[in-house]
């Protein structure tokens, strides 16, 4: 069965550019020109990934994103004209996997969401046996790979598909120094085009859902001037 995407554009003559696009590559689509039919129909028949834009009206891309992540672990691509630092940074700790700008290439487009659907079919790969990250009691957390999933105090953690390939590529082995670029390359699939605050913006969402302290984080540590190393405590 093709791939379901819904597309959320308030700009017709863009949502009708992407749909066709999309239809020609084999996915199926639908499409919202605002947050409260996306969601509606996000909710009536959960797509296996998104397209958004950030400035659609009265409730915003942003509040689109949150409420889907509060439903739904699928990658989500912002496509917006906003290409500031901190549009950029916002959309991605709203929830989103993945940022374009406009204007944009068709070809772009589709090269990220077959690296999502690469990212969707590879997500539970067993990398090894399941690797301990915090023996503490009080907060045992565990990367289980051969579920794609990591377990503290018993209960899966909700990360993202992008959250567990991130983690998951940083324990092969463990106590690798990984740079900003590698991590592109490896977990986006398209480190030319990507830009390195992606990155930092994952680790940081990352680091709110299994470290005791984000602020201080231990498991997943910053080798300054390098990358990120994870260190099994």
């Known amino acids: 069965m093709s791939m379901h995407v819904l597309v959320v554009e308030d700009d017709d003559r863009?949502?009708?550019?992407?749909?066709?696009?999309?239809?020609d590559e084999g996915y199926r689509v639908a499409e919202a020109a605002d947050t409260p039919t996306a969601l509606e129909l996000a909710r009536a028949e959960p797509p296996d990934l998104m397209m958004v834009d950030l400035m659609l009206g009265e409730v915003d891309g942003y509040t689109c994103i949150r409420e889907v992540r509060r439903i739904s672990d699928i990658p989500i691509i912002i496509v917006s004209a906003?290409?500031?630092?901190?549009?950029?940074?916002?959309?991605l700790e709203a929830g989103a996997d993945d940022y374009v700008t406009k204007p944009f290439q068709v070809k772009e487009i589709t090269a990220r969401l077959r690296a999502l659907r690469r990212r969707l079919r590879t997500s539970t790969d067993p990398v090894e046996p399941d690797i301990v990250l915090d023996r503490d009691p009080e907060h045992h957390l565990v990367l289980s790979t051969a579920r794609g999933a990591a377990v503290l105090d018993g209960k899966d953690v909700p990360l993202t598909v992008t959250e567990y390939r991130l983690l998951a590529e940083l324990a092969q082995p463990t106590g690798r120094v990984l740079s900003r670029p590698s991590l592109l390359e490896s977990v986006w699939e398209h480190g030319y085009y990507g830009d390195e605050r992606i990155v930092d913006v994952h680790i940081r969402r990352l680091r709110t859902k299994i470290e005791r302290d984000p602020g201080k984080p231990q498991i997943v540590v910053t080798v300054r001037g390098m990358g990120y190393r994870l260190d099994p405590r």
């Open 82 to 91: 906003r290409s500031d630092t901190h549009d950029i940074v916002a959309g």
């Open 14 to 23: 863009i949502r009708t550019v992407l749909r066709l696009a999309l239809e």
